[in-house]
């Protein structure tokens, strides 16, 4: 029988209007010669706060110093290098007779191999006339351009790494605004669309323009599609809110199966997303998936914030979010421990939570799950050319102002690490060849962003993604310091081959910091993509490697060279852990909700947070 320590004195408790949210005590710092000093101050560091948050409106959020400063270390250390600018005038020279060879030959009737290819993500160029002069000819010469500014911005001795990437990144930016595919002039498959639809494809496009231009200027949100619509098509499973809060509404799933397993699950999604990601269509439902295989389910949607939510913090998602659910589960589900799984920024904050309740000496987890989830952001991948201390104060002082991290401001930011693909491709197919967004589950729940409370975001930028004081062991909870290794239970840990967001590597890395038993599963897909790998998911495959208590360290690339990947879903594979990781033996679904308790059934799922813009 588990052992049940809750995390307060009192069980949480539903919201009414008239409460107040709980804030932490303040921490009064001890009385030092210069804090009168500081205190007259206080109303000039608002001031320079307020011009940078000025500032912020007109440059999306992106900090000038951390341009400036990129810029100016890149080329002062290629200015001091005259190794380096004789290689790349050698390299101008050569990808310049390539060209012209190139040309000369297919001027004469000749089929030469191209010089230069896309890179792998890269799709604009797929249509067959681009393989057509003088069609040809452009994409060759902007191939050659990419290929030099990428040798170009490669690290320069002295030069520090993040400058090097940002610098590489806001060229790769610079490069894809000029590409030939964004211009009706130089992209033949526009010239072609235009010449048989007769210009229509044109005047549709611009009807799509302008109702882009009006939705981005009023922020007016969009619609669901027919056949998209969220509690009927999409996040649809049947359940039923059993709690809910300042911060979010737990729900649980109606069982499908007779008998369940004892233990439950409970999933922790992202904040930085609506948690329907894992409950899209029935048929790559996770969620559905977890029901049908005899789970009790319990998942948190997380309240979308407001400015009046400015003040929440990261231990408040903890508290009040994620121990507020354990505690819930724990009512509902008496006697058992239960099945934590995290989701991208989800996990993280798991993590915290599950190393607490550990130091604590709270064993209410059986398992942790986390999917795409880093603990460790010294390898956090693109994300990390947005962020030093210049561009995160910048980024505080902006939601300073406006009380959130608004939604375009982070979709823009993740959209720009696509750019080729998420925002110039779907404008050409969007603004020139007329053709409609062509919708789906996955672009439904994509458009439907979330905005993020300025504290919390705050202390998550600075604390874990700069500092990364949570393996760094300087991340402290109620005053003490916590440590991953404390965790005891055994972990299953998924990441994705093209992960851009949370990169395998880095995912991989909880291996160093933990000491109990360890599943890792590598699944082809990005961030997205990869979670969403139901049975019977074309071209799906993964890998799979395990870690038991005492076993040493091997290394990412090691480990992949070991391990053959495994045609077909990882689904299936993670139920049969959980399965392994439960009593043997069944028992009959628990009640929906106890109605003797705060947590009783109010409402059916998806409930009412998943419907906040």
Not at 255 to 283: G, N
Not at 494 to 521: C, N, Q
Request: proline content about 7%; overall charge neutral; hydrophobic content about 40%.
């Amino acid at each position: 029988m588990a052992k049940r320590k809750t995390t307060s004195q009192t069980a949480p408790r539903l919201v009414h209007q008239a409460d107040q949210p709980t804030r932490p005590a303040a921490q009064v710092p001890a009385p030092s010669p210069d804090s009168a000093h500081r205190a007259d101050a206080h109303p000039y560091q608002n001031l320079d706060k307020m011009a940078r948050a000025i500032v912020a409106r007109y440059s999306d959020g992106v900090s000038p110093y951390s341009v400036f400063q990129a810029w100016s270390d890149w080329a002062l250390h290629l200015g001091r290098a005259p190794g380096r600018q004789i290689e790349l005038a050698e390299l101008a020279a050569r990808n310049m007779v390539k060209l012209a060879d190139f040309a000369a030959n297919s001027a004469m009737g000749h089929q030469p191999d191209p010089p230069f290819s896309p890179k792998k993500t890269d799709h604009r160029f797929k249509n067959e006339a681009w393989s057509k002069m003088p069609f040809a000819f452009w994409k060759q010469s902007f191939l050659a351009n990419q290929d030099w500014w990428d040798h170009a911005s490669d690290a320069v001795r002295g030069l520090s790494q993040p400058d090097s990437d940002r610098v590489r990144f806001m060229l790769r930016q610079a490069l894809d605004l000029v590409s030939p595919s964004n211009f009706p002039t130089t992209n033949p498959e526009i010239i072609n669309e235009t010449l048989k639809q007769r210009g229509v494809n044109i005047i549709e496009g611009t009807e799509h323009f302008i109702d882009d231009l009006m939705r981005t200027w009023t922020q007016a949100a969009q619609d669901a599609p027919e056949g998209f619509r969220i509690g009927q098509d999409i996040a649809c499973t049947p359940g039923k809110v059993v709690y809910r809060n300042e911060l979010f509404e737990l729900i649980q799933y109606a069982p499908t199966t007779d008998k369940v397993h004892a233990e439950p699950i409970l999933i922790v999604p992202a904040w930085i997303m609506k948690y329907y990601i894992l409950d899209l269509s029935p048929r790559n439902s996770m969620i559905r998936f977890l029901v049908s295989e005899g789970f009790t389910v319990f998942a948190i949607s997380w309240r979308n914030p407001t400015v009046d939510q400015a003040h929440l913090s990261l231990e408040d998602y903890r508290k009040r979010g994620v121990m507020a659910a354990i505690d819930a589960v724990s009512v509902i589900v008496p006697d058992q421990k239960v099945h934590a799984t995290g989701y991208c920024l989800g996990g993280t904050i798991l993590s915290i939570a599950a190393a607490t309740m550990a130091r604590d000496g709270d064993d209410r987890l059986a398992s942790v799950s986390l999917f795409a989830a880093q603990v460790d952001f010294s390898e956090a991948g693109e994300l990390l050319q947005f962020l030093d201390e210049s561009q995160v104060a910048f980024l505080e002082d902006m939601m300073w102002a406006q009380g959130y991290l608004d939604r375009p401001q982070m979709s823009r930011t993740f959209a720009s690490i696509r750019a080729e693909d998420l925002i110039y491709a779907r404008a050409v197919r969007r603004y020139f060849l007329g053709k409609q967004d062509l919708p789906s589950d996955l672009t439904v729940w994509n458009n439907d962003t979330t905005r993020m409370p300025a504290k919390m975001h705050g202390e998550y930028l600075r604390g874990l993604f700069l500092e990364n004081r949570l393996t760094a062991g300087r991340f402290a909870v109620e005053g003490k310091v916590i440590a991953l290794k404390d965790i005891t239970c055994p972990f299953f840990v998924v990441g994705t081959e093209d992960d851009h967001i949370a990169p395998w590597r880095s995912v991989y890395k909880i291996r160093l910091f933990t000491d109990s038993d360890l599943t890792f599963v590598l699944t082809k897909g990005g961030h997205n993509g990869g979670i969403l790998s139901e049975p019977g998911h074309p071209r799906r495959h993964f890998r799979k490697g395990e870690r038991h208590e005492g076993d040493n360290y091997v290394d990412p690339d090691t480990w992949l060279r070991q391990d053959t990947p495994t045609e077909g879903s990882w689904w299936p594979e993670w139920s049969a852990w959980l399965a392994r990781r439960s009593s043997s033996k069944r028992v009959s679904p628990p009640p929906m909700g106890r109605s003797d308790t705060p947590f009783t059934a109010i409402a059916d799922a998806p409930g009412t947070y998943i419907f906040q813009k």
